[in-house]
């Protein structure tokens, strides 16, 4: 094809589809350089991730390129050298080259946060568009950024100019015929790129960091808006229902239970062996909060020094893992005691009302209940899911609009009250303040508490209070580390005075871990979080070294405080003497299910993986697996999404 093809009417057009492949191709590059150890690329690799991304590339480029293409093709030529063209040539030219210069910025910043082409995380993120612009605020130097933005927009736009692709355009005489040719093609290939172009193509390797590479940052984030809710009878394996629900009550089955419902359900009465003890439950559910921070799991820098003397103090769960990554999955698992099923948390989804949760059988043990959150609560639908299951709610947000009014009492934590506040929501200290003077309030009234605490300060931009810790304020995750487990201390100092401090159960707990990236795309290791009871009457102290879950928790501590009660929960009492460890955990479309060292991985397009995992080496051994391991896992997911999707989790 002659280079007077390209230099007709559509030279900008080509000209902007030039500079994206191009400066796609150096991103793709950077990245593949930062990533280079951890996704073992060889020569063969690279050359897929790079033909692969060249394909997402050119498939963003034509999308973008459509609207452009039929503007031009309909454009009269009479028009074509006027003012009206250049101005709309000129100025959407820039506003595309800014929109391409930003997408790549925000692809370093979310691979930086997530090591992770744009995901569902980042279709949320435009949802909460006041907690994540103030986040970049508060991260990066942001007038400065934008003003290099804004510069490398111009100087692009010159670089058109001086090689003529304006002036080529404006002065061209392209015939209809040519430009419906070229318009058609346009079209044709975006529409083919929809259809059959799917995001997967990449994810052939079982190196997660390759797949990612292979990807485009743009094509990445349709990919996940279009796919923001799978329906797993629809893309995932099934057996048949009745096995499904027979195997989950067989696993669900332990001394002391009776299931009330026979069929599709898991409903069942849980006896205690005991007069059940009623002390108040805080627990604490800390933000971004791997194991390893903590000296106890080899952190070798001190970062930690009260959650691990509490970890000798205490009923401590060693090998606990969260069901996601991702804090609506922990409060999904701490609430529901649930698999993480596909799509979204059951927090952000509708109908998640008057659900039976552990506040639910908190409340028909005659405990008052609360969530504290230190930041708004609309985000992620923390204050709706909460206060919609009966929990009163107290944030640092704004007013709630009339549309967003739910069930239960909601508090605002009174300005007056905040010392220090970011993005994302007020400093751990403050929202403690705010959980001690309720709990002084709730303990007047001769009423048990339990009380739903998410903390916001473990967070990027990592800023806190000065002068509280040796670490500078917003200088990175270690800092802000420290400042959550400084937090921790002052909090239980101001509490062991307390009255009810002596009847009070503490729990502390990480959501998630502050990384999920790994080499596999479930990264075992990624989901290792730390769990502790402390203060519970006559268990001064009690390792449990059982690979357990999130949704385990609450089963076992009813257990310990020797509670009947009825139950919708799939977590199991790991102290039972029939408890057969086993994990449930996922992302967004992934769901994996380990039993031991056995993990089954679950993926849309029915598609089902088996390892054999080495947990000293963080290894997944592709081995073929029993069909009973199999089935198990997939009777856990089809199970809770039938009872989600059936109305099963109702109280």
Same mark, same amino acid.
């Given at each position: 094809?002659?280079?007077?093809?390209?230099?007709?009417?559509?030279?900008?057009?080509?000209?902007?589809?030039?500079?994206?492949?191009? =400066? &796609? +191709?150096?991103?793709? !590059?950077? *990245?593949?350089?930062?990533?280079?150890?951890?996704?073992? /690329?060889?020569?063969? $690799? @690279?050359?897929?991730?790079?033909?692969?991304?060249?394909?997402?590339?050119?498939?963003?480029?034509?999308?973008?390129?459509?609207?452009?293409?039929?503007?031009?093709?309909?454009?009269?030529?009479?028009?074509?050298?006027?003012?009206?063209?250049?101005?709309?040539?000129?100025?959407?030219?820039f506003?595309?080259?800014?929109?391409?210069?930003?997408?790549?910025?925000?692809?370093?910043?979310?691979?930086?946060?997530?090591?992770?082409?744009?995901?569902f995380?980042?279709?949320?993120?435009?949802?909460y568009?006041?907690?994540?612009?103030?986040?970049?605020?508060?991260?990066?130097?942001?007038?400065?950024?934008?003003?290099?933005?804004?510069?490398?927009?111009?100087?692009?736009?010159?670089?058109?100019?001086r090689?003529?692709?304006?002036? =080529? &355009? +404006?002065?061209?005489? !392209?015939? *209809?015929?040519?430009?419906?040719?070229?318009?058609?093609? /346009?079209?044709?290939? $975006? @529409?083919?790129?929809?259809?059959?172009?799917?995001?997967?193509?990449?994810?052939?390797?079982?190196?997660?960091?390759?797949?990612?590479?292979?990807?485009?940052?743009?094509?990445?984030?349709?990919?996940?808006?279009?796919?923001?809710?799978?329906?797993?009878?629809?893309?995932?394996?099934?057996?048949?229902?009745?096995?499904?629900f027979?195997?989950?009550?067989?696993d669900?089955?332990?001394?002391?239970?009776?299931?009330?419902?026979?069929?599709?359900?898991?409903?069942?009465?849980?006896?205690?062996?005991?007069?059940?003890?009623?002390?108040?439950?805080?627990?604490?559910?800390?933000?971004?909060?791997?194991?390893?921070?903590?000296?106890?799991?080899?952190?070798?820098?001190?970062?930690?020094?009260?959650?691990?003397?509490?970890?000798?103090? &205490?009923?401590?769960?060693?090998?606990?893992?969260?069901?996601?990554?991702?804090?609506?999955?922990?409060?999904?698992?701490? $609430? @529901?005691?649930?698999p993480?099923?596909?799509?979204?948390?059951?927090?952000?989804?509708?109908?998640?009302?008057?659900?039976?949760?552990?506040?639910?059988?908190?409340?028909?043990?005659?405990?008052?209940?609360?969530?504290f959150?230190?930041?708004?609560?609309?985000?992620?639908?923390?204050?709706?899911?909460?206060?919609?299951?009966?929990?009163?709610?107290?944030?640092?947000?704004?007013?709630?609009?009339?549309?967003?009014?739910?069930?239960?009492?909601?508090?605002?934590?009174?300005?007056?009250e905040?010392?220090?506040?970011?993005?994302?929501?007020?400093?751990?200290?403050?929202?403690?303040?705010?959980?001690?003077?309720?709990?002084?309030?709730?303990?007047?009234?001769?009423?048990?508490?339990?009380?739903f605490?998410?903390?916001?300060?473990?967070?990027?931009?990592?800023?806190?209070?000065?002068?509280?810790?040796?670490?500078?304020?917003?200088?990175?995750?270690?800092?802000?580390?420290?400042?959550?487990?400084?937090?921790?201390?002052?909090?239980?100092?101001?509490?062991?005075?307390?009255?009810?401090?002596?009847?009070?159960?503490?729990?502390?707990?990480?959501?998630?871990?502050?990384?999920?990236?790994?080499?596999?795309?479930?990264?075992?290791?990624?989901?290792?979080?730390?769990?502790?009871?402390?203060?519970?009457?006559?268990?001064?102290?009690?390792?449990?070294?059982?690979?357990?879950?999130?949704?385990?928790?609450y089963p076992?501590?009813?257990n310990?405080?020797?509670?009947?009660?009825?139950?919708?929960?799939?977590?199991?009492?790991?102290?039972?003497?029939?408890?057969?460890?086993?994990?449930?955990?996922?992302?967004?479309?992934?769901?994996?299910?380990l039993?031991?060292?056995?993990?089954?991985?679950?993926?849309?397009?029915?598609?089902?993986?088996?390892?054999?995992?080495?947990?000293?080496?963080?290894?997944?051994?592709?081995?073929?697996?029993?069909?009973?391991?199999?089935?198990?896992?997939?009777?856990?997911?089809?199970?809770?999404?039938?009872?989600?999707?059936?109305?099963?989790?109702?109280?």
């Open positions: 094809m002659s280079i007077k093809f390209f230099r007709g009417r559509y030279s900008v057009l080509f000209s902007l589809i030039a500079f994206f492949l191009l =400066a &796609s +191709f150096l991103v793709r !590059t950077v *990245f593949v350089v930062i990533s280079f150890s951890k996704a073992d /690329i060889g020569f063969a $690799s @690279l050359i897929r991730i790079f033909l692969q991304g060249l394909v997402f590339d050119f498939g963003v480029a034509i999308f973008f390129s459509a609207g452009y293409a039929i503007y031009l093709l309909l454009l009269p030529q009479k028009w074509n050298r006027s003012w009206f063209n250049r101005i709309i040539t000129y100025m959407g030219t506003l595309v080259l800014l929109i391409i210069m930003f997408s790549f910025f925000a692809e370093f910043s979310f691979w930086n946060e997530f090591e992770s082409r744009f995901n995380i980042a279709v949320d993120y435009l949802v568009t006041f907690e994540v612009i103030n986040n970049i605020a508060q991260s990066y130097p942001l007038p400065i950024l934008v003003g290099a933005m804004l510069l490398l927009t111009a100087f692009v736009m010159w670089l058109f100019y090689a003529g692709s304006f002036a =080529a &355009s +404006f002065n061209s005489h !392209t015939l *209809f015929a040519r430009r419906l040719l070229i318009t058609g093609v /346009i079209v044709v290939l $975006s @529409l083919l790129y929809g259809m059959f172009i799917k995001n997967s193509w990449a994810e052939q390797n079982s190196n997660h960091y390759q797949n990612e590479l292979a990807k485009a940052g743009i094509y990445s984030f349709f990919a996940a808006f279009k796919n923001n809710e799978l329906e797993y009878d629809l893309f995932y394996p099934l057996i048949d229902r009745n096995d499904a027979a195997i989950t009550r067989k669900l089955r332990e001394p002391g239970t009776s299931f009330i419902k026979d069929g599709f359900s898991i409903r069942r009465k849980i006896s205690g062996n005991e007069v059940g003890a009623k002390p108040n439950v805080i627990m604490i559910t800390i933000e971004s909060f791997s194991a390893d921070f903590m000296k106890y799991f080899g952190n070798a820098n001190s970062l930690t020094p009260t959650l691990d003397s509490l970890a000798t103090n &205490s009923i401590l769960f060693t090998n606990m893992y969260s069901t996601g990554t991702r804090t609506v999955r922990g409060m999904e698992a701490l $609430s @529901l005691a649930i993480p099923t596909p799509g979204n948390s059951i927090v952000r989804r509708p109908d998640n009302a008057d659900l039976l949760t552990v506040g639910s059988i908190f409340k028909s043990a005659g405990y008052d209940r609360s969530f959150y230190g930041g708004d609560g609309y985000f992620d639908n923390m204050n709706k899911y909460f206060g919609d299951n009966g929990y009163d709610v107290t944030d640092k947000g704004r007013k709630l609009t009339r549309g967003e009014a739910f069930k239960a009492k909601r508090n605002t934590i009174p300005d007056s905040i010392h220090f506040s970011n993005a994302w929501g007020i400093c751990d200290e403050d929202l403690y303040d705010a959980v001690i003077k309720d709990a002084d309030f709730k303990d007047a009234g001769r009423r048990p508490f339990y009380d605490v998410m903390t916001t300060s473990n967070h990027r931009p990592f800023t806190y209070p000065n002068g509280k810790i040796d670490i500078p304020s917003g200088t990175g995750r270690e800092g802000a580390v420290k400042y959550t487990d400084f937090a921790i201390a002052q909090f239980l100092k101001k509490i062991k005075d307390k009255p009810w401090f002596k009847n009070t159960v503490l729990i502390f707990v990480a959501d998630h871990c502050a990384a999920s990236a790994g080499k596999n795309e479930i990264d075992i290791s990624k989901y290792h979080i730390p769990c502790m009871i402390v203060n519970l009457d006559k268990v001064s102290h009690q390792k449990i070294e059982n690979l357990c879950s999130q949704i385990d928790l076992t501590l009813f310990l405080l020797g509670w009947s009660y009825e139950s919708n929960l799939y977590g199991k009492n790991v102290l039972s003497e029939n408890y057969t460890p086993r994990i449930t955990l996922g992302t967004y479309q992934k769901l994996a299910y039993k031991t060292d056995s993990l089954v991985i679950l993926s849309p397009q029915q598609v089902v993986e088996t390892y054999r995992y080495n947990k000293a080496t963080n290894e997944q051994i592709p081995q073929k697996l029993p069909q009973s391991v199999i089935n198990e896992a997939i009777a856990q997911y089809q199970t809770a999404y039938y009872l989600y999707k059936h109305g099963g989790l109702r109280n």
